[in-house]
């Protein structure tokens, strides 16, 4: 595979407007609840988004 291809609109941003949804939930939540633990410093509290909504 050459090269990196964004992925669709719909998937951009998908925890910002879709907290609550069970994979954000379940696989990524607990990935940034990590991340703030284990590295603070690289943790900002407001989210930078990809897609222009």
Known sequence: MKGFYPAEDYHQ???IYHPNQP????????KIDALK????????????TVAAR
């Open 13 to 15: 941003d998908y925890l």
């Open 37 to 48: 633990r284990v590295y603070p410093e690289h943790y900002r509290e407001a989210a930078v």
């Open 23 to 30: 994979y954000i939930v379940i696989n990524d939540l607990p």
